[in-house]
């Protein structure tokens, strides 16, 4: 079965700009999390979703936002965009939120390059 | 307390050698180890995983050795292939004392290259 899908895979903006990121899930799977990765600060989490409830938010900066649609599918938002956002964003996807029974599953990511 | 901390940063072994990858917690509450391997280009995959209540599993060339009283645990890579350069990121996670979440806390990653 499909994959994890994340689009755009690559994308410039400048700063101050807005992006909107897309993730859609494997089929049947409700619950979709965000990380954010940097050579840095390594893996992060964004938030995580289950049944278009939000269910647990990271330490991110409120211009840092994200949804779930009814077909599971999940879109991240980030405003104001500053430099430091440039990273690679990973959205995954699993049947459960207890990650003992629900195997995260993740796509390739949105690259995001802030000039 | 929510870190996971991951080393070495990098690590070069030999094919046929075995890798060995630590990680350390202090989250007492954790209850899920996972290992993650990440190719250049593809997002993280799991490895193999592990819970408190066992101190040893194994899958194929694969092992996670985890000391619960030391909050530390491991990955060992036997036989290292060439295959195997990747880059690997132990995690935790805490379900039950997280208010029903699947948060996973990330280790900083280790660069593993094999030489042929």
């Known amino acids: 079965k499909a994959g994890v899908t994340q689009t755009p895979r690559y994308l410039i903006k400048t700063r101050g700009q807005q992006v909107t990121l897309s993730c859609s899930p494997i089929?049947?799977?409700?619950?979709v999390s965000w990380y954010q990765q940097t050579p840095g600060q390594g893996l992060q989490f964004l938030f995580e979703?289950?049944?278009?409830?939000?269910?647990n938010k990271g330490n991110f900066p409120g211009r840092f936002s994200g949804r779930q649609f009814s077909n599971s599918r999940s879109e991240m938002n980030v405003s104001t965009l500053e430099l430091g956002d440039s990273a690679l964003y990973l959205c995954?996807?699993?049947?459960?939120?207890?990650?003992?029974?629900?195997?995260?599953?993740f796509g390739e990511g949105s690259r995001l390059t802030v000039l | 307390q929510q870190q996971v901390k991951q080393s070495p940063q990098s690590l070069i072994v030999q094919k046929g050698g075995i890798s060995i990858i630590n990680c350390a917690y202090e989250?007492?509450?954790?209850?899920?180890f996972p290992w993650y391997q990440q190719f250049p280009g593809k997002g993280p995959a799991l490895l193999i995983a592990?819970?408190?209540?066992?101190s040893e599993k194994k899958e194929g060339r694969f092992t996670i050795s985890f000391n619960k009283s030391a909050k530390q645990f491991s990955l060992h890579i036997m036989d290292s292939q060439p295959g195997d350069s990747a880059t690997y990121f132990c995690?935790?996670?805490?379900?039950?004392?997280?208010?029903?979440?699947?948060?996973?806390?990330f280790g900083q990653g280790t660069t593993l290259q094999v030489k042929p």
């Open positions: 979703y289950f049944s278009e409830t939000q269910r």
């Open positions: 592990i819970r408190p209540d066992v």
């Open positions: 995954a996807s699993s049947l459960t939120l207890d990650r003992v029974t629900g195997e995260l599953f």
């Open positions: 089929s049947g799977h409700r619950s």
């Open positions: 995690a935790a996670s805490s379900y039950y004392g997280s208010s029903n979440t699947g948060k996973l806390i």
């Open positions: 989250n007492t509450a954790f209850d899920y």
